[in-house]
């Protein structure tokens, strides 16, 4: 079955404390991306990646790294989290027709 | 980057009515597509026009685009209860890059 799939579902961390969110997609798809998304602002790019060793920054980069060493996994890193990264995370691939597929979401909370 | 904006906010619908929502933008886009999220759960593609479309049809679903108002609308023919979801349009400003700039959702209930 085509997909995207992200872990954790669900993580309850406290400030400063390392952490990555994993995202795999089985479509061969050569763009990534991750959001997250909170109430009253809709999605908000994170980062995305045309390729693999290609990545760039979307609008809200701060606070966040990310890699692209092959082509089906994307792993969100926050070196630091702080509670201002509290939100709803979402793993999107998609190939050049641009549909993008979306993984199932990751709620973080930092404390 | 631009952002979508869908209008209204939130809509409240008897099932079998039909369901209206509108989005704008602001710059040129390649593209514009439509969402669909139920609660809590992943964004799903529902349907694509480009940017040399006027009107785009997928199932119960008619999608309109003017490029001159830069604004695009969803429209849901004999809405269902399972149709209660936000709907998102996002666009896509260049091509080749797959960047798309999502508007803040537009939420919808369909009450049977």
């Known amino acids: 079955e085509a997909q995207v799939t992200q872990n954790p579902r669900y993580l309850i961390t406290v400030t400063g404390k390392k952490l990555t969110v994993t995202c795999s997609q089985n479509m061969n798809h050569e763009y990534m991306s991750w959001y997250r998304q909170d109430p009253g602002l809709g999605l908000r790019q994170i980062y995305y990646s045309m390729n693999v060793e290609v990545t760039d920054k979307g609008d809200v980069p701060e606070g966040y790294k990310v890699s692209r060493k092959e082509k089906r996994n994307f792993p969100l890193i926050l070196e630091s989290p702080s509670p201002n990264q509290t939100s709803l995370y979402f793993c999107?691939?998609?190939?050049?027709?641009?549909?993008?597929?979306f993984g199932p979401g990751t709620r973080l909370t930092v404390l | 980057s631009q952002q979508g904006e869908e209008d209204p906010q939130a809509l409240s619908i008897q099932e079998g009515e039909n369901a209206t929502m509108n989005c704008s933008y602001k710059?040129?886009?390649?593209?514009l597509q439509w969402y669909r999220q139920n609660s809590g759960r992943g964004l799903v593609h529902l349907i694509l026009i480009r940017s040399n479309e006027r009107e785009k049809h997928s199932g119960r679903l008619r999608v309109t685009l003017d490029t001159s108002k830069k604004s695009s609308s969803l429209l849901i023919t004999a809405s269902r209860a399972a149709d209660t979801a936000s709907y998102f349009c996002a666009t896509d400003e260049w091509y080749g890059n797959n960047r798309l700039a999502f508007g803040k959702g537009n939420q919808v209930v369909v009450i049977p």
């Open positions: 999107a691939s998609s190939s050049g027709n641009n549909e993008q597929f």
């Open positions: 710059t040129s886009i390649n593209n």
